[in-house]
């Protein structure tokens, strides 16, 4: 049986070496996503064959493995063949979640159709725009976002800045004010943890954030990554929305001061929660990235 064990911060050098050779698509495979959720999905992982192997859970308590990472086309049977042993000797419901497509081309290819049962996972899927797009505003189905836009900064006294040393402790204060405004369980309170994880080691995680005042008061921040030269992860996104246009401002003026030469940006997945669903849908993206399920 493989031997897991629990991802800390120190093993961030072990994952870069993995993880930045990969050109992944999806959220899922940034170390950042996966270190703050670490606790929350009691993630864990393990060097088999020279490659990386991730053991997680979902928010549902489901337990599988992430792809491989690092493998290469001559070894990847033996891995699978070995994660496949696991699954039994851990009890997994799935083998694979989290799945993106190029790994599944390479699945196929060893063990052909019919091996192995793969499922989309919707709620899952990630959310690409052109970061142009979310700059501009233009255009018709863009049209009332940028209503919004106009309507805070028009009517509203406003400030922004870079998320520096001296603003951790009020963003955290104020991401556990507004959890605890909308009853703070379940999925809110593990989302304000990964939020704190993230903001306490700012000094050793790559992101860029900005902060939005309203009259003095942190109203909204929001946190990013580029993870490659094409893609910037959108993290965090918090704001207050008694505040009309907030979310709108901060979603349009954070790639415009920090990623507008960047062409991609992921916004990460709806969970399946209509709200959230319909809201990333509005804003057009230009393409689903899809994660798949293999059981």
């Not at 489901?62 to 000797?89: A, C, W």
């Not at 083998?95 to 919707?122: A, H, S």
């Not at 233009?138 to 028009?154: A, E, V």
């Not at 379940?186 to 939020?195: F, H, P, R």
Request: charge should be neutral.
């Amino acid at each position: 049986m493989l031997n897991f064990k629990p991802l800390t911060i120190s093993d961030k050098n072990i994952f870069d070496k993995y993880l930045d050779p990969y050109n992944y698509e999806t959220s899922e495979y940034s170390f950042t996503n996966l270190f703050i959720w670490r606790k929350a999905c009691d993630i864990q992982y393990a060097i088999f064959d020279d490659a990386l192997i991730i053991k997680k859970t979902d928010f549902n308590g489901s337990y599988h493995f992430m792809q491989p990472i690092g493998y290469r086309k001559e070894n990847l049977k033996n891995i699978v063949d070995t994660l496949v042993e696991n699954k039994k000797n851990f009890q997994l419901e799935y083998l694979f979640k989290d799945i993106e497509e190029e790994f599944i081309k390479d699945l196929l290819n060893i063990y052909g159709d019919g091996f192995f049962t793969i499922l989309e996972d919707r709620d899952n899927f990630d959310y690409i725009y052109e970061s142009k797009s979310l700059i501009s505003l233009s255009g018709k189905k863009l049209h009332k976002k940028k209503n919004n836009y106009n309507h805070f900064i028009k009517n509203y006294n406003y400030e922004t800045s870079p998320i520096t040393a001296e603003l951790i402790q009020p963003c955290i204060k104020a991401a556990r004010e507004w959890c605890h405004r909308h009853i703070c369980k379940g999925y809110l309170l593990y989302e304000l943890k990964a939020i704190e994880e993230l903001l306490k080691n700012n000094s050793v995680l790559n992101f860029k954030g900005m902060v939005v005042f309203v009259d003095g008061k942190i109203s909204a921040f929001t946190i990013g990554e580029k993870v490659n030269q094409n893609m910037v992860i959108i993290h965090i996104e918090k704001a207050d929305s008694d505040i009309r246009g907030l979310y709108n401002f901060i979603n349009k003026v954070f790639v415009e001061a920090y990623f507008s030469d960047v062409p991609y940006i992921n916004r990460e997945q709806d969970l399946g929660i209509e709200g959230l669903r319909s809201a990333k849908e509005s804003y057009v993206p230009i393409k689903l990235a899809k994660k798949f399920i293999i059981q």
